[in-house]
């Protein structure tokens, strides 16, 4: 028995137990805040079009890869560094949000927290993923 809570303990913080997860896909999002002219904002991604869900409005984020990522909260970060061209010292996680799970067979990770870039212009979008990067200010959702 103490090898079964051995195990447990050794659980990441957010790989939460989700029955039955092994039979989807697993991916990670990131929902960026960014400060601009002194008001919060929350930035968007609308996808290229020769990719998966082309043209959507979106947030970075990706599958999950094994091979790179021990959590998914790497995911989120590795892959809104991939799209936006920028160095992971840019993201700064504050919180998991939660998992979502997709009809389409996919369980997604929310992670958010803060971009500290000062600009759009620091960004350098992954042309072959995403089309166009914009924000909406918070104060928009209130």
Not at 16 to 35: A, K, Q
Request: glycine residues 6%; hydrophobic residues 40%.
């Amino acid at each position: 028995m103490e090898g079964i809570f051995r195990k447990w303990k050794e659980k990441p913080k957010d790989q939460t137990s989700l029955i039955g997860s092994e039979y989807y896909r697993h991916s990670s999002i990131f929902i960026p805040f960014i400060e601009l002219n002194s008001e919060w904002h929350i930035l968007f991604q609308k996808r290229s079009m020769n990719v998966n869900q082309g043209c959507e409005i979106c947030f970075p984020g990706g599958i999950l890869d094994k091979a790179l990522d021990r959590i998914f909260e790497e995911t989120a970060v590795r892959e809104t560094c991939e799209e936006l061209g920028i160095t992971s010292n840019k993201i700064e996680v504050r919180e998991n949000l939660g998992i979502l799970v997709a009809v389409m067979g996919l369980v997604v990770h929310v992670f958010t927290g803060k971009l500290n870039v000062y600009s759009l212009n620091e960004l350098s979008a992954e042309k072959k993923e995403v089309e166009k990067v914009f924000t909406i200010p918070v104060s928009y959702f209130i």
